[in-house]
């Protein structure tokens, strides 16, 4: 099977109808989302400077939020990863099961799913120094892995393993650091909280201090130091380029950010946290959905700008 140009039709059962157009955005203190469009937000990523929100229908503003584009995609979207090196190259994955890809932002769209099980792509992840690399979650089933960017899938492992039960990532992140086996890390928030493999795919592990060779050899992962809230679902994660060590998460009690891979990690926004991004090339530059309202921090989240969707 090879790859094809979606083609979207009055008729087709999956075209969006996007007949709004793109829509003026504002932004001010206090604002908050027009009705309907923070359910709609399952997801957001930073393609380069540009800042995408996904879910029923995929919305792109280049200029933070002052202006909204539509982007057509084939079906729901229910997870989104963009290459850091590359703005205008978008991967989507669909609520119905599959991937696609776009190189021109989400003006037209290819699919990329040969090989991969069918089902909800809950997550996707960019390796991190390979982009050609890309992972991603499909519900009740596992952890799948691309080398080709997306022209043929394997799958790497299982789900996770927490709370005596297999577990949905419902968020993934590639994390280039040298504590990894070849310094890469795949994150996986879960429903019942954080989890990481090394590259090996060896065993999924708590998040803890040292290696990830002296954590397979020791068996039993030491208490962790600052740990994400205990049995919270790990709704979103995001790690930060040009940072490594640097990660966001959003969970129900708030933004949470952690300096140092996961292991020390510090509130720093309340409220019910949906989604998390973080731009490219800043690791300071950071979108969230809260308490059902778009919000922008260029400074690691101290402070919050809503941004409205009208």
Not at 171 to 188: C, F, K, P, R
Request: proline residues 7%; negative net charge.
């Amino acid at each position: 099977m090879t790859n094809r140009t979606l083609n979207f039709e009055p008729d087709r059962r999956h075209f969006l109808a996007l007949g709004m157009g793109a829509a003026a955005v504002f932004v001010l203190p206090g604002a908050v989302l027009a009705a309907g469009r923070a359910a709609d937000i399952r997801t957001l990523a930073f393609d380069g400077d540009t800042l995408l929100i996904a879910g029923a229908t995929l919305r792109s503003s280049p200029d933070g939020g002052r202006s909204w584009h539509d982007r057509p995609t084939p079906s729901p979207v229910s997870s989104i990863a963009t290459h850091p090196a590359r703005p205008g190259r978008l991967l989507a994955g669909l609520a119905r099961g599959g991937v696609t890809a776009s190189d021109d932002g989400g003006t037209t769209w290819t699919a990329r799913s040969e090989g991969l099980a069918s089902g909800e792509v809950t997550a996707l992840a960019v390796a991190a120094g390979n982009p050609d690399m890309i992972y991603a979650a499909i519900r009740g089933d596992g952890l799948w892995k691309t080398e080709d960017a997306g022209a043929t899938w394997a799958l790497a492992m299982d789900r996770p393993w927490l709370d005596a039960a297999e577990r949905d990532p419902l968020t993934l992140a590639s994390v280039d650091l040298e504590t990894g086996m070849g310094g890469i890390w795949i994150y996986a928030g879960t429903e019942k909280g954080l989890t990481r493999v090394p590259d090996c795919f060896c065993r999924w592990q708590d998040v803890q201090p040292g290696n990830a060779m002296d954590a397979l050899v020791a068996g039993d992962a030491p208490p962790a130091e600052a740990p994400l809230p205990a049995n919270e679902p790990v709704l979103s994660l995001a790690s930060a380029p040009s940072t490594p060590s640097i990660l966001y998460a959003a969970l129900p009690s708030g933004v949470w950010t952690s300096q140092d891979g996961g292991v020390v990690w510090t509130q720093t926004a309340n409220g019910q946290g949906s989604a998390i991004a973080v731009h490219p090339s800043n690791e300071n530059h950071v979108a969230a959905v809260l308490d059902g309202t778009l919000k922008l921090s260029r400074d690691g989240g101290a402070t919050w700008t809503v941004l409205a969707v009208v």
